[in-house]
């Protein structure tokens, strides 16, 4: 659901020691933070350590360890976060990001991982 | 023919074109009323930023109510989700979840809601225990029976005979209409063909969910046919998924207070290709059923890999079947466009 949406199309940006990109919860309603299992990023089939990655949304960021005891905060229908990797950088042009996250979701008998990927480019 | 059949929309239904904010609030208000659906219903987190973490504001609560009364429409349901699994590794506490329905309750009476939606999986406990409080702000908490869960499932039951002990007026439930799942939607199989099923495979299982197979002797067979993954995911469709029969609602009738009227694909002739619409209606009408059938469009994730949903057509298409079904004189029509 909503997986080709995922990835905000011409959101790649530089950060201090990494990049980031604008990134929507594939789902059809928002999710409180608790509920976000895991992100996962890779970047031209690297994959970004779990701890390496930062999440923000109105102002307010987060590890995404820090994220499984958020209980007052949420990542909205169709919210773009800014997905933040600490990788060290990227060189400008264009690279493949890959973008999955994993909810837990009470009702469902499964815990449902959506992956997206798109081409973005890095201004020089 | 007169009828007190009302006909509403789930916000739900428009969630390809408001997650891309190409429709706001206020389009898919007056979208819904140009097509004679004044019965509105929502899920609360999805049309509303921030609930229930965060709360929502009173301004927000307030323009709502300016949009009904703008286009003449009716807050049907606030469906909640309750999640009980907020906190990794435990279950919320019982006292916990009756006072998050609590805030629901509240919420849904802040909207001017006459129900609540609950999800299937809530212990029916949960809600006999918010039930009184639910009368008291004038809200009645119903359960959606959703595939693979029906009418004769002994969850359900478990949560019929709750209600029934409770002595509540409540409590009670809101039917999917998706259980009545008479054919393979083709909008599946199409979806299964594209990420590889193989074609015979693909006939197989369409052809065998026509004739009633058990899923399991389905899912086997695939096996056998040499399928794996997507052929397999394809097969085990059909253990969510089953043909019940529509008169099953009958001996429900004096606790269904509202209907989802869930569809995958209205096609050009304003025919669900998978669900009986016909049947349903007839047996709401004997059932004397007097809430509304709120569409509720779901073809959305089935296609979108292909091709851009466009749910509003999807909806109009539902209501004018809708529409000719419970004997209206006048066909719905869209003669505004969507985005203001």
């Not at chain 1, 990049?19 to 992100?39: K, T």
């Not at chain 2, 919420?107 to 809600?127: E, N, T, Y």
């Not at chain 2, 499932?153 to 007026?169: M, N």
Request: hydrophobic share 40%; proline share 5%.
């Amino acid at each position: 659901m909503m997986d080709n949406k995922m990835i905000v199309e011409g959101s790649l940006q530089r950060e201090e020691g990494g990049f980031s990109f604008l990134g929507r919860l594939p789902y059809y309603r928002g999710l409180g933070l608790s509920m976000i299992e895991d992100i996962i990023v890779s970047v031209d089939g690297a994959a970004i350590p779990r701890e390496a990655i930062r999440f923000s949304v109105r102002g307010q960021t987060y590890t995404l360890d820090e994220m499984e005891t958020v209980y007052d905060n949420r990542w909205n229908f169709g919210e773009k976060a800014r997905i933040v990797a600490l990788n060290g950088g990227l060189p400008a042009g264009t690279h493949a990001i890959t973008f999955a996250v994993r909810m837990r979701v009470s009702y469902l008998p499964f815990v449902p991982t959506t992956k997206d990927t798109k081409q973005l480019a890095l201004a020089a | 023919m007169s009828n007190t059949i009302k006909r509403g929309v789930s916000l739900y239904s428009y969630q390809n074109e408001t997650f891309q904010g190409k429709m706001s609030l206020e389009d898919c208000i007056r979208t819904s009323a140009a097509l004679g659906a004044h019965g509105i219903e929502i899920i609360g987190e999805q049309t509303f930023w921030g609930w229930p973490e965060c709360g929502v504001a009173q301004d927000d609560v307030d323009n709502w109510h300016r949009l009904m009364a703008k286009y003449d429409c009716v807050p049907v349901s606030h469906d909640f989700m309750l999640d009980y699994k907020r906190y990794k590794g435990r279950e919320m506490p019982f006292d916990e979840q009756v006072a998050s329905v609590k805030n629901d309750i509240d919420f849904g009476a802040r909207l001017g809601m006459k129900f609540i939606r609950a999800l299937v999986s809530i212990d029916p406990a949960v809600l006999v225990a918010a039930a009184d409080y639910a009368q008291e702000k004038n809200i009645k908490i119903l359960i959606e029976v959703h595939a693979p869960l029906h009418f004769d499932h002994p969850w359900i039951i478990r949560h019929a005979e709750a209600f029934e002990k409770s002595g509540s007026d409540a409590l009670g439930f809101l039917p999917d209409m998706g259980m009545f799942l008479f054919r393979f939607p083709p909008v599946w199989k199409e979806k299964f063909l594209r990420i590889g099923v193989p074609k015979a495979i693909a006939d197989y299982v369409e052809q065998a969910y026509e004739d009633r197979v058990l899923s399991e002797y389905v899912i086997l067979n695939v096996q056998q046919m040499g399928g794996t993954g997507p052929a397999i995911a394809m097969a085990e469709t059909l253990r969510h998924n089953a043909a019940f029969e529509p008169k099953r609602m009958l001996d429900y009738m004096p606790r269904i207070h509202n209907i989802h009227g869930k569809f995958y694909q209205m096609d050009e002739e304003y025919v669900e290709p998978s669900i009986p619409y016909d049947q349903i209606v007839k047996v709401l009408k004997q059932g004397n059923y007097q809430g509304y059938i709120c569409s509720e469009y779901e073809g959305n994730r089935w296609i979108e890999d292909a091709q851009e949903p466009d749910s509003v057509e999807q909806v109009r298409r539902q209501q004018v079947m809708l529409a000719r079904l419970l004997g209206e004189s006048v066909e719905p029509s869209l003669n505004t466009t969507v985005a203001a």
